[in-house]
């Protein structure tokens, strides 16, 4: 899967998210003792566009666009902090621009759900958990 480097690579260049959590983006796993915010990364599975058999009859018969569910946790101290950031979360990635990010090529993607939990740590960590479809062109 490839879909989360392009996620990570937007939050990244979005000052709209660094002015918020300078550089805690995570993948797929985030220390309890970590600064809040922040930002955690999963891949959540891939459904490949299947191309076989190959119709072209070139012997590429691989798959040429495939979709990939990505998970982005936004963690705060408070309900607001992580609040304030799962919606420039939102508005950084939903519905984003084609393009070709950290040299992923992307053809869209598109915000499926989100969810709040409160982790039972101490201190208590607020989430807003968000799943997103990125389609990639392979």
Do not use: W
């Not at 992580?82 to 053809?107: I, P």
């Amino acid at each position: 899967m490839v879909a989360e480097i392009a996620i990570n690579y937007i939050l990244n260049n979005t000052s709209a998210i660094t002015t918020l959590v300078s550089t805690r983006i995570y993948y797929g796993l985030r220390l309890q003792t970590t600064t809040m915010p922040a930002i955690l990364v999963e891949p959540d599975g891939i459904d490949p566009t299947d191309q076989k058999p190959d119709s072209t009859a070139t012997g590429e018969g691989r798959s040429r666009l495939d979709q990939e569910d990505i998970l982005v946790f936004c963690y705060g101290k408070t309900y607001l902090e992580a609040n304030t950031l799962a919606q420039a979360v939102r508005a950084a990635l939903d519905k984003k621009s084609g393009g070709t990010y950290d040299s992923v090529s992307v053809q869209s993607i598109q915000f499926l759900s989100e969810d709040y939990f409160n982790e039972q740590t101490e201190p208590v960590a607020h989430v807003f958990e968000h799943r997103y479809r990125v389609r990639i062109v392979r």
